[in-house]
């Protein structure tokens, strides 16, 4: 008796995997180490950080601490707080290049998977207030220069940023390829301008007469906060790079050549005289440029733009990669979120409550990234080589 032949076995549907390759070109990569094949060339990862201390806002600081303790302390509290910065961010871009992971990942293999909570969402909070000064601060000048609508301004730009930062990593090491030599011309421009104008200019060396008490030790903690939150966040940058040492190579774009360049044109600015109101704005540049008139007007909105919308983005960024690991949202959803609400906290002034902030966030932020730096780079290798018994487990 014959039995019907039995129909061909089938085979499960096989999933097409994603192509690596085009993966990388759009993943962030917020809540998994960025695989080998995603990372990016030493130059790429460097132009990130390149454009991101070559701002307004530490020609403005820059000029705050030349005008409070003289040019030549003001130069000694600059060398001294960006050298801090060097090692303290470069060491933590070691551990992020050789590992490939964000700073909430990092934090999380040393504090735990519920301890890691607290400085992840603290600094991934903190970094979308600068984003909110920022963005404030680029509608404030360009009204004080050259007499735009400030609310309009500021809701526009925080738009065109948030836009800028939705395109990834990609954008920000565009936009430094941009921001930092347009920093560095017109920069210089701005000093020669002074130190030719008529009559000549005299450096001024001693602090200005009823200049705020600012002590040589709070000039340095000045210079060290205003990259205490993304410098601790760095690994969001430098996990890109092939290796630890890449990444140390990256971040020596910033710190020391970056971060100084922009504090000592403000802390020129200063001395030469050229700034118009030292106590408040520092050495803030741009009304000098405008100024002249001609082609540095439109150049000066392009270098506003430009410039703050670097830093901007960088700080998005960083609290959009941050919030992502806590939440689970991808990093997109996440940036259109923490946007909106940077931008309503610029266009509502927020921006102007800043300086105390920035002294606190000096003393506070830095100790985070020192725990990271102790546990990951100095204890571990102990607690490998103790093997199992010396070994212990990430803290709680």
Do not use: K
Not at 92 to 102: K, M, P
């Amino acid at each position: 008796m014959s039995h019907p032949a039995a129909p061909p076995a089938t085979r499960p549907a096989v999933e097409p995997q994603p192509d690596p390759a085009a993966r990388a070109a759009f993943s962030e990569y917020e809540s998994e180490p960025v695989p080998a094949h995603a990372r990016r060339r030493t130059s790429s990862v460097a132009a990130v950080w390149l454009g991101f201390p070559m701002i307004l806002t530490c020609a403005v600081f820059g000029g705050l601490v030349v005008h409070s303790v003289g040019f030549w302390p003001g130069m000694g509290a600059i060398a001294v707080g960006t050298l801090v910065l060097m090692v303290y961010v470069g060491a933590l871009s070691y551990l992020a290049g050789r590992s490939g992971e964000s700073f909430a990942l990092m934090a999380m293999r040393t504090f735990g998977a519920t301890g890691y909570v607290v400085p992840a969402a603290f600094l991934a909070t903190v970094v979308i207030g600068w984003f909110a000064f920022q963005t404030g601060l680029t509608g404030s000048t360009l009204h004080g220069s050259l007499g735009w609508d400030q609310t309009g301004t500021t809701l526009a730009a925080g738009l065109l940023f948030v836009a800028v930062t939705l395109l990834g990593i990609r954008a920000l090491s565009w936009i430094g390829v941009v921001a930092a030599p347009l920093y560095l011309v017109l920069g210089v421009v701005a000093v020669v301008i002074v130190a030719t104008r008529s009559g000549g200019a005299e450096l001024q060396t001693a602090p200005a007469a009823g200049a705020g008490a600012l002590s040589f030790g709070a000039a340095v903690t000045l210079v060290v906060a205003l990259f205490a939150d993304s410098g601790t966040m760095t690994a969001d940058f430098t996990r890109w790079a092939r290796s630890g040492r890449q990444a140390v190579l990256a971040t020596l774009a910033a710190f020391p050549f970056g971060n100084a360049v922009a504090l000592v044109v403000g802390g020129l600015v200063v001395a030469l005289g050229g700034a118009t109101d030292p106590g408040t704005a520092g050495g803030d540049f741009l009304g000098i440029l405008v100024a002249q008139g001609g082609a540095l007007v439109p150049l000066a909105v392009l270098f506003v733009v430009v410039n703050l919308g670097s830093v901007c983005a960088h700080c998005l960024y960083n609290g959009a990669v941050g919030w992502s690991q806590l939440t689970g949202m991808r990093m997109r959803r996440t940036t259109l979120v923490l946007g909106a609400v940077g931008v309503v906290l610029a266009v509502a002034g927020i921006w102007t409550y800043f300086e105390v902030w920035l002294n606190l966030l000096g003393v506070i932020v830095p100790p985070i990234g020192a725990v990271l730096i102790v546990d990951q780079l100095l204890l571990a290798p102990r607690r490998a080589a103790a093997g199992p018994v010396g070994a212990r487990g990430a803290w709680r």
